[in-house]
């Protein structure tokens, strides 16, 4: 048994996590401030800090209080369209958060740290699908963020020993396919949750940004990769530290489009998706697919639930159990 920090553990990705952890034998604290987080997603068995990162003494006395195996960073805010309207705030949350947990695991003698980063390093690839080799250029503060603290890790790797994984995200979806932990942000902007809510009537018709990219059906491709497969690559890559830190994209390696999602859901429900098609939204690139053969090859990490339809059914039965979602969200 082995016992990790999971920063965000309150979140999305990071619930499902520390339920895998937790499935697998392990001990594990989770830190989170609640700020997006839900007390009520993080699983029973889990011991639960509510602290925010920017507080150097807690983090400190949390690493003196507790020996960690490794770190697993996912506390971040995500929304592009915010990065833009608030680009020091993300810098604030995602950079500088993120080297003060370093820094206190570095003290505090846990040098293996996991990083939650994102496709959105990329910026608008000049080809699909996307290799770790890509160009990294961000088109906004979110994917600098995430880009620059990569870079540190770099740095702390060669004047520390801290061993990292980065892992680019592309489209994390799904939910645990026992019910146990699903999606619930406020406002919802991923795609799949917002057609099976307008579907159930718990939301307004979807808005389809765009059809008239050059994609098969003229809207646009993402990849899509199951909440628990990500769950399990963050621990596929721990042994890998071993030989020294790595950097690695996560997805499914297909990708699908809008209206190829909305057939899926109405497959999985029986019903139509309500929806209304609107111009694109700007900075949207036509299709972002990644090649996910590197961490393949070096870790054997293999999508479980990689059939689009399985990932949209997880999803709908979790939002049809919760049509609430996890309810009100404690005060941070």
Not at 145 to 163: C, D, F, I, N
Not at 171 to 196: K, M, Q, S, V, Y
Not at 200 to 212: K, N, S
Request: aromatic share 6%; charged share 20%; proline share 6%.
């Amino acid at each position: 048994m082995a016992r990790y920090l999971v920063s965000g553990g309150a979140g999305y990705v990071g619930s499902h996590l520390v339920l895998t952890l937790l499935d697998a034998g392990h001990e594990v604290v989770v830190v989170d401030d609640l700020s997006t987080g839900h007390r009520n997603a993080v699983p029973p068995g889990a011991t639960f800090i509510q602290a925010n990162l920017s507080e150097r003494r807690r983090l400190d006395d949390i690493f003196a209080a507790w020996k960690f195996d490794a770190v697993f960073h996912l506390a971040a805010l995500s929304l592009v369209g915010e990065s833009m309207q608030q680009p020091l705030r993300y810098c604030r949350e995602n950079l500088a958060n993120s080297v003060n947990l370093a820094e206190a695991a570095v003290k505090g003698g846990c040098l293996k740290y996991v990083l939650s980063s994102t496709a959105a390093v990329f910026g608008v690839p000049k080809s699909v699908p996307i290799t770790e080799e890509a160009e990294t250029s961000p088109v906004n503060p979110y994917g600098l963020s995430k880009l620059m603290m990569e870079q540190a890790l770099a740095w702390a790797e060669s004047a520390h020993g801290l061993r990292s994984a980065s892992l680019r995200y592309f489209n994390a979806a799904g939910a645990d396919p026992l019910g146990r932990a699903g999606e619930d942000h406020d406002p919802e902007t991923h795609l799949i949750p917002r057609a099976i809510m307008a579907t159930l009537g718990h939301a307004p018709p979807l808005h389809v940004f765009g059809t008239d990219y050059d994609t098969p059906d003229g809207t646009a491709v993402r990849d899509y990769v199951h909440v628990m497969d990500l769950a399990a690559a963050h621990i596929a890559v721990l042994p890998r530290l071993e030989q020294g830190s790595v950097r690695y994209n996560l997805g499914n390696g297909a990708g699908h489009s809008v209206r190829e999602v909305m057939a899926a859901v109405e497959r999985v429900s029986g019903r139509k998706v309500p929806h209304e098609n609107g111009p694109r939204r700007a900075g949207d690139p036509p299709a972002l697919v990644a090649s996910s053969a590197l961490i393949r090859a070096e870790t054997g990490w293999r999508p479980q639930h990689a059939s689009l339809d399985e990932i949209v059914r997880t999803a709908w039965n979790w939002h049809a159990a919760h049509p609430q979602g996890y309810g009100a969200r404690e005060a941070a």
